[in-house]
Structures are given as structure tokens and as C-alpha cells.
């Protein structure tokens, strides 16, 4: 028996060659994932770690089946989905708790859709609030709550039932740091002495850190469309220390993995073909798979740039977003931003700045523009078809709506909005064109002066 199929049997959960693609308001399609193969079987935990918008939500709403894949099966103990999927349940980022309900009616509703009779609802409703730290608070009502309390709920809800997965996206994500970390190890804490109502855990998060402390095997997503990069295995001891130098060797390489650019003929089919002027659809926005500009401003660009200009050696990204005070994932725009302008590239999770990188860094304020425009133009497909459409403009002007309609065939209509603003963001600081945001027309310098 080949090994896939001898594990499509064990497995809980498996998805073969799973896409998944909306339908954008103008008719156009926004491919979200594509090529998802992977399983999850007992007794292990699996992280699914991707940025913003690499399809991890959708992914995992996938697996539960409140959204069907475009194509691919996604199975449940063998058998493919048809509808909502039974061995599962799910925990939110928000609590979503119902605010009229107490905490102990709050953990019986998941009880009560699977038609368990009342007396024996109450009884393991009881039993997950104490597993999970809430005994005391079964009469509170959410908004007596604190956050970590009310995320408490929601991990009671979903173990009440015991499923054969919990499901998790970000569920840490809107809680404070203490909180967030005492939650984490408590879970754990359960997870490891073996009193887990679940036979196995897939947690989506876009926090490296928190995918290492939790996983057997980290999954990482690449966005646009989301698609498996690479799998990791985690074989570190539990519990796992953030400090030891295994752990931040892992760390580094996913780093590493997630801030690489695709290599040619992977993933930017776009970025080759934009030279068709003469289809305005394929000027604006290119081919299906675009080059999603990162959302990092000019300033936060040049703020990081100077700051790896001043490090001794190449910087280490953990380094670099410690002395900032900033999480290592928030780094990820401005990293993705100097890497896509040519500034820099990522070795191992170290930045490395290029020659144009460090002149940048070094240069003044009118030098930099001049440099910036240069790697904008050449690198940047968006900032440059914006500006060509501009030279082709009657009057040298064209409305933000005309950009936006072509972006929101490709990308959702925030994404869309989103990516015009960076364009323009970096188009201004260029001097490339300039933006009324009274009249939404975006222009270029020259046609500014003669307005
Ligand atoms: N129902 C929908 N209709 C249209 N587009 C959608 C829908 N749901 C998600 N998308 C789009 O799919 C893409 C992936 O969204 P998704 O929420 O799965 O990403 P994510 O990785 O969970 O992001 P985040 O880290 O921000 O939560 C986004 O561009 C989003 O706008
Ligand atoms: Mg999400």
C-alpha cells in the first residue's frame, strides 16, 4: 500500500490538492489557495503559519466545512465532506461568545446542536470549565469577563464535545502578552500530561514563534495564493523554551523561508508580462498571480533600511525587531518591501542590504528619492504601469477609481485599496505622481503644477 493511502486511512482530516477561488464583485476570480495536500492524524499538533492573507482562515474553514474547496476533497476519517464537518470544532480570534448566556450556558450550546439531553450537557459543561480554569465563573456573563477569561469560554465550548480536532485560528491573537502566554502554556500544560478532550490540534497563527512552541509539524503558507511552501517537522522536547538555541534556530530558518522572494517561475507569473500596455486590465494589474505590494510605508521602509545600515554585521531579524520593539512578524512588511525594491535580500533569517540597499540607507533625502524612483519603476510593477497610464492620460491625471476598478478584479475591494494606497504612498515619494485625495485623481508632478 502506497504510503498516501495507508495514510488517508489513519489520517482524521486529509485534503488532496485542495484550491479554493472567490469571485471578486466585478467578475473577476481571486484565487486564494491553491494545491493544498495535507492531513492531520492523532496525537499531534499542526501549525498552519502564513501571513496576512495567505488563505489560512479560509483553509481552515475549509476543513470544517463552512466553505467548500473550488476543487479537491477534504475528508473526514476517509470520507469526503458533504457538509459540516462532525469531528471537529473551532476557536476563534474573537470570543464570539453569546452575550445574553452565561459562561456555563455559553460551553452547553455546542452540547445542545448535537442533541445531548440536559442533565448530561450540565454535567460536562462543569467538567470543561474546570479543565480550563474557569471554575467559579459558570454564572458570569461575557462582559464580566476579562479577554483571557471570555478566549477561556471559547476553548470550553469547543473541548466540551470532545471533537477529534480542535481547531484553532489566531486564538491567541487579540490577547494581551501575559495573557496570551499564559493561556499558551496551560494549553500545552494539557496537551502534554494527556487529559485533552482532542485527539489532535491544528492551529493557524501567523506568529513563528508560537507555531514553534506548539507544533509537531509547522505547515507554511506562501501568499498569493496560498499554496504549501514547506513543511517542518518540530522534535524538540515539551516543554519547549523560546530560548534555547534549537528553538531560535528554528525560528530563524522559518524566517528565513517566509521572507524569501519565489524563485523565477514560481508563484509571480505576473511580474514578466506587464509590458502589454495595450490591455489596460494586464497594465494595471497584470497577469492572474500578481505582485502584491507589502503594506509598508516609505518611512517605515527607510527606518528599517538605516537601522540594518548602522548593525555591524548582517542583522538578525529577531535582533533587528527587538531593538524597535516591535514582534518579529511586524517586521515582515518592511522586510518583504526593501527585498521587492532590490535594497536587501534574507540569508537564514538575517537582512542582508544590497549596494542600492546601503546607498539608500546612506544617501540624503534628495538622493534617496532619486533611488527609490529608480527601484520603484524598475521593480515595482505597480508604481510603474500607474505612472505610464499617467503619461498616456489626456491631461496627465486619471481618476483613483479607474485604478481601483482594474485592482478589485484581482484582489478584494480592501486589498484593492490597500494596494493603491502603498502605490501611491511610494509613487509620491518618488515624485513620481501626486494624489488629490479631494478630487481621488492621482497625477503626475508636472500636470500638478499646471492644475
Ligand atoms: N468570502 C470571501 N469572499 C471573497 N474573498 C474572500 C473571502 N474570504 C476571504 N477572502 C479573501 O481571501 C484572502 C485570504 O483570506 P483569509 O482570511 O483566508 O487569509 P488569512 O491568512 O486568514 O489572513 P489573516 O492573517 O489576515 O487572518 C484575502 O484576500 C481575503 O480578502
Ligand atoms: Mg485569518
Redesign the pocket.
Known amino acids: 500500500m502506497s504510503p498516501l493511502r495507508s495514510g488517508t486511512r489513519k489520517a482524521l482530516i486529509s485534503l488532496e490538492d485542495v484550491t479554493k477561488t472567490?469571485a471578486t464583485r466585478d467578475g473577476g476570480e481571486?484565487p486564494?489557495l491553491e494545491g493544498i495536500s495535507l492531513q492531520v492524524t492523532p496525537g499531534e499538533i499542526v501549525a498552519l503559519l502564513?501571513?496576512?492573507?495567505?488563505?489560512?482562515?479560509?483553509?481552515l474553514r475549509c476543513i470544517a466545512g463552512l466553505v467548500f474547496p473550488s476543487t479537491g476533497t477534504v475528508r473526514y476519517k476517509g470520507q469526503p465532506l458533504r457538509g459540516i464537518n462532525p469531528g471537529v470544532s473551532l476557536v476563534f480570534q474573537s470570543f464570539a461568545l453569546l452575550p445574553w448566556l452565561t459562561v456555563q450556558q455559553n460551553v452547553e450550546l455546542g452540547l445542545e446542536a448535537k442533541g445531548i439531553a440536559q442533565d448530561e450537557r450540565a454535567r460536562r459543561a462543569v467538567e470543561a470549565i474546570d479543565l480550563i480554569g474557569l471554575d467559579g465563573f459558570e454564572s458570569a456573563f461575557p462582559k464580566e469577563l476579562s479577554g483571557g477569561m471570555r478566549q477561556r469560554v471559547g476553548f470550553a465550548r469547543a473541548l466540551v464535545v470532545e471533537p477529534d480536532v480542535l481547531l484553532m485560528d489566531?486564538p491567541f491573537s487579540a490577547l494581551d502578552v501575559l495573557t496570551a502566554e499564559n493561556l499558551r502554556t496551560e494549553i500545552l500544560e494539557l496537551w502534554s500530561t494527556g487529559g485533552f478532550p482532542a485527539d489532535a490540534i491544528l492551529i493557524?497563527t501567523?506568529n513563528i514563534e508560537e507555531a514553534v512552541m506548539f507544533a509537531d509539524r509547522v505547515i507554511v503558507l506562501g501568499t498569493n495564493p496560498?499554496r504549501i511552501k514547506r513543511e517542518l517537522t518540530v522534535s524538540l522536547e515539551r516543554p519547549r523554551g523560546r530560548k534555547s538555541p534549537e528553538f531560535e534556530a528554528l525560528v530563524d530558518e522559518i524566517y528565513g523561508l517566509m521572507t524569501e522572494r519565489p524563485q523565477p517561475g514560481e508563484a509571480l507569473a505576473g511580474e514578466g508580462d506587464e509590458e502589454a500596455v495595450g490591455d489596460a486590465d494586464a497594465g494595471i494589474a497584470g497577469g492572474r498571480v500578481q505582485v502584491m505590494l507589502p503594506h509598508a510605508s516609505v518611512d517605515g521602509i527607510a527606518g528599517l533600511a538605516e537601522l540594518s545600515a548602522v548593525a555591524e554585521a548582517d542583522s538578525d531579524l529577531g535582533d533587528l525587531a527587538a531593538v524597535v520593539g516591535f514582534e518579529i512578524d511586524d517586521l515582515f512588511p518592511l522586510v518583504d518591501a526593501l527585498v521587492l525594491l532590490g535594497f536587501a535580500n534574507v540569508e537564514r533569517g538575517r537582512l542582508v542590504l544590497t549596494e542600492t540597499g546601503r546607498a539608500f540607507a546612506r544617501a540624503d533625502i534628495q538622493d534617496s528619492k532619486a533611488i527609490f524612483r529608480e527601484a520603484a519603476l524598475e521593480r515595482v510593477p505597480l508604481v510603474r504601469r500607474v505612472h505610464r497610464a499617467l503619461q498616456h492620460a489626456a491631461d496627465g491625471a486619471l481618476r483613483e477609481g479607474f485604478f481601483l476598478d482594474l485592482l478589485n478584479r484581482h484582489?478584494?475591494p480592501?486589498?484593492a485599496r490597500a494596494q493603491l494606497d502603498t502605490a501611491i504612498d511610494w509613487g509620491r515619494y518618488a515624485e513620481l505622481f501626486e494624489y488629490d485625495a479631494a478630487r481621488g485623481e492621482i497625477r503626475l508632478p508636472e500636470a500638478a503644477e499646471v492644475a
Open positions: 472567490f481571486l486564494v502564513g501571513k496576512s492573507g495567505s488563505g489560512k482562515s479560509t483553509l489566531e493557524v501567523h496560498g484582489y478584494s480592501d486589498e
